[in-house]
């Protein structure tokens, strides 16, 4: 049965849970699921009400019962827990293992962002870095021979794009800067996240409208747009980061601790990790310790050299957004404004919620207005540019 929380959950709460289930942070707000009904509509409610003096005193032994099995399984999923953690801390502190062997990416990737970032670069100047990494290769060929952007020759026939050189050609400058980012997102993006699949859908509808939102705030600050952007893509690689290990280690440590109960014989504890999962209340903690951080620690690792992006981020981790007009408040401004719309999308927050929320959060007059009319969640890509 789905009951009312007696105070609501916060906005961020909220959110964060959106991110890993938006069944459960409708549960969590006190929302039924589409298609759900409540206990108190239902023959089962109704057929319960008549049955309960009999069976009143069997259920209570029943939840008893429940209740201690329900506790034992927690302190074994504690303890599971406490040694993943462990783990997970001492994996987060070695940055260039996490970078190359938890990201999958590479020190060209760096290279290619600040590339990009020259007002006046061309694809003579980016291909040898985008040659640097082979996986790039065939996420552009699948962008670039797309509905999207598919180009046609003379007589209709559609033109097959084959090599790297061709594709950057075609794709041109200003759409590789928004679409590189997006791709090492991608690239780092948690694959296996049962029981929680949405994570990776979720994640990146965050990141693509936080980057855009960024996009559209910086010009209000005479800030570069396309440095905005990229921080707000890349500002998630913490979170992807974090997420992965999670499951990585989750795995591990069950599967050493099953095999400890069956070398020793514990059949109470062996059954017990056999129901345990991956919990959402660990995946929501160890993202709000760890992902800014590691962020952070990423972005430095880049040393990017035309984007000061590692030192915005380091004062996000350090809860110092910064002033109005800065970098790091950008992208709280952008990272707000796509929280309230992701949660808009699933009905779990209010106007008068938001109002105080959009407040705080000094707005420049006229873009709440402009942002409502943008598809925050798309890349603003066109077709229509060349470069050569």
């Known amino acids: 049965m789905t009951t009312t929380p007696s105070t609501p959950i916060s906005l961020d709460e909220r959110f964060e849970n959106l991110l890993i289930s938006p069944e459960r942070a409708m549960k969590l707000a006190g929302k039924r699921t589409p298609g759900e009904i409540s206990f108190a509509q239902s023959e089962q409610g ?11 005193e069997a259920i209570e032994n029943k939840r008893l019962q429940a ?5 034992y399984i927690d302190s074994v999923s504690h303890y599971l827990h406490e040694v993943l953690i462990g783990e997970l801390s001492e994996q987060l502190s070695f940055t260039n293992e996490l970078f190359t062997q938890t990201l999958n990416l590479s020190e060209d990737v760096g290279g290619l962002l600040d ?6 670069t061309s694809i003579s100047k980016v291909e040898p870095f985008a040659a640097g990494l082979p996986w790039l290769y065939d996420e552009l060929m699948q962008v670039v021979n797309s509905a999207q952007f598919r180009r046609r020759d003379s007589k209709g026939r559609v033109i097959v794009v084959e090599t790297l050189r061709t594709a950057l050609s075609f794709l041109g400058i200003e759409n590789l800067r928004l679409i590189i980012p997006s791709l090492v997102l991608k690239r780092a993006m948690p694959q296996i996240t049962d029981p929680y699949p949405c994570i990776k859908l979720k994640l990146s509808q965050f990141s693509h409208g936080s980057a855009v939102a960024a996009m559209h705030i910086a010009p209000r600050y005479k800030l570069r747009a396309n440095d905005a952007f990229t921080f707000g893509m890349l500002s998630q690689l913490g979170r992807c980061a974090v997420i992965r290990l999670y499951f990585k280690l989750f795995d591990k440590v069950h599967l050493h601790l099953l095999q400890e109960c069956q070398k020793d014989k514990e059949r109470q504890r062996h059954d017990a990790l056999l129901k345990i999962a991956p919990s959402a209340n ?9 992902a800014e951080k590691v962020a952070a620690d990423v972005l430095e690792n880049m ?12 004062q996000c981790a350090q809860n110092n957004p910064g002033e109005v007009g800065s970098l790091p408040k950008v992208l709280e401004q952008a990272r707000t404004y796509t929280k309230v719309r992701m949660l808009h999308q699933s009905k779990l927050v209010t106007m008068p919620e938001v109002k105080p929320i959009f407040r705080a959060q000094q707005y420049p007059a006229g873009l709440l207005e402009t942002l409502k009319s943008v598809d925050i969640f798309t890349l603003p890509v066109s077709r229509d540019e060349e470069n050569s």
């Open 115 to 120: 590339a990009l970032a020259v007002r006046a």
């Open 282 to 290: 660990y995946l929501v903690a160890i993202q709000e310790e760890f």
């Open 46 to 56: 109704d057929a319960r009400r008549r049955l309960l003096h009999v069976e009143k």
């Open 67 to 71: 209740l201690s099995e329900a506790s």
């Open 303 to 314: 040393m990017l050299k035309r984007m000061f992006l590692g030192n915005a981020m380091r």
